[in-house]
């Protein structure tokens, strides 16, 4: 049904004594599409259909009315409060619009949902399109020489040197990358006609039902997948900036294969694997901000990485798991047992990856206590400040080879 059709039967729904009621509820469910939500032209039959039901002079039954029928994710229910806050306003609000400016200086801001921004952009009317370009015969001549795209100037941007505008769109080519680890041989077998190894239990069972005769030989191959990834990462005041996008790295990987685990450190160690499987972005850093109570804090990577290994070693770091260390190695515990602690990592896994944003300056040295300490326990240094440094570390990830060289 197309949206014209959909006004029409909405409209004739309504009926003479409907007011603008039908005309507001499809403006609604134009600004949910907009905001993300799929909502078709039968959901809104559905929610006029459903006022009729109630009183519509109570808001809370009609906010639960219309989320009842338009809203089929739980996902979305966020954003549907949202919407409807600011879309059905309530008429009160007007009133004691002066008294709260007066409160307004008196008191902290409250931090906006995550929600909010997507509504605030799908309310923003559409930009007017630019006039069309001018023939080509009245172009400007212009100079190519020596320049460069947006797009390739955004790859080797510093994340903490990014505008608001240039991180939105770091965060896009984030979504895109792909992170095929190479897969690793398991201890599982499948059959397989044309497998290299001869399964004899296999072959006996079948020789049982042709009298006992070995007609044919019955083959298997070994199963491979790819190893798990775990992921610790540093959100303290230094490192605030960069894990915030590499949030949105970890998100990505976390919604793209099975098997990633992650952690975030600052003074203490929280579990946000479960959070980051939420399938919308904003939800679930809404979800992490509720469960991480020391983001932009100190930092004790000594203490994090043995409760680290002391508990979620044993359950994460099977099967070859290659571990990524997101930290700059700035201890505010110096490096009391950092060393043993690093150690103690790297035997546990196959790969240990530390991710550094400080190795974006050309005369980086290691002079800290804390990188001294875990240096020399680590396979791999490597920077992580841009888009092109994370393209670089997928191609490594992805390299069969990589691990054995280190090993080497």
């Not at 905001?35 to 459903?50: I, K, N, Q, W, Y």
């Not at 902290?108 to 605030?120: C, F, G, L, V």
């Not at 009391?336 to 240990?352: F, K, N, Y």
Request: hydrophobic share 40%; with cysteine.
């Amino acid at each position: 049904m197309s949206e014209f059709a959909s006004a029409a039967a909405v409209a004739g729904l309504a009926g003479a004594g409907g007011g603008a009621l039908a005309a507001n509820l499809l403006a609604f469910a134009r600004l949910l599409r907009r905001a993300g939500l799929p909502v078709g032209a039968t959901d809104t039959l559905s929610a006029l259909e459903a006022l009729t039901q109630i009183d519509i002079g109570d808001r809370r039954q009609v906010h639960a009315a219309l989320r009842a029928v338009m809203v089929h994710r739980r996902e979305h229910f966020e954003v549907f409060d949202q919407a409807f806050l600011l879309f059905w306003r309530d008429p009160e609000a007007g009133r004691n619009a002066a008294a709260m400016a007066m409160m307004e200086g008196m008191k902290e801001k409250a931090k906006p949902p995550p929600a909010s921004r997507r509504i605030a952009e799908a309310m923003t009317p559409p930009r007017t399109p630019p006039p069309p370009p001018r023939p080509e015969e009245e172009r400007p001549p212009q100079d190519m020489t020596m320049t460069v795209s947006e797009r390739e100037r955004l790859q080797t941007m510093d994340f903490e040197a990014m505008s608001a505008a240039e991180l939105a769109e770091a965060k896009k080519e984030i979504r895109r990358l792909v992170l095929p680890l190479d897969a690793c041989p398991t201890r599982r077998f499948r059959p397989d006609p044309q497998g290299p190894a001869v399964d004899l239990r296999a072959t006996i069972k079948a020789s049982l039902r042709q009298g006992g005769e070995l007609l044919s030989l019955e083959r298997r191959r070994r199963v491979t997948r790819p190893p798990p990834l775990v992921a610790l990462c540093d959100i303290s005041g230094s490192m605030s900036r960069y894990a915030q996008v590499l949030l949105h790295f970890l998100h990505a990987v976390t919604n793209d294969r099975d098997r990633v685990h992650s952690f975030l450190f600052g003074t203490r160690l929280t579990n946000v694997t479960r959070q980051l499987r939420h399938r919308d972005a904003e939800v679930a850093f809404e979800l992490i901000s509720h469960v991480v109570p020391d983001w932009q804090g100190g930092t004790r990577i000594g203490e994090s990485l043995e409760l680290f290994n002391r508990l979620w070693a044993r359950r994460v770091l099977g099967q070859g798991a290659v571990v990524l260390l997101i930290t700059d190695g700035l201890d505010r515990e110096g490096a009391r047992g950092l060393a043993e602690a690093t150690d103690r990592l790297r035997r546990s896994c196959r790969r240990l990856i530390w991710l550094n944003p400080l190795l974006r300056y050309a005369g980086f040295q290691p002079r800290s206590q804390g990188i001294r300490a875990m240096l020399p326990h680590v396979d791999e240094f490597r920077p992580v400040h841009n888009l092109q440094s994370l393209r670089e570390l997928v191609a490594t990830l992805s390299d069969p080879h990589a691990g054995r060289r280190m090993a080497a």
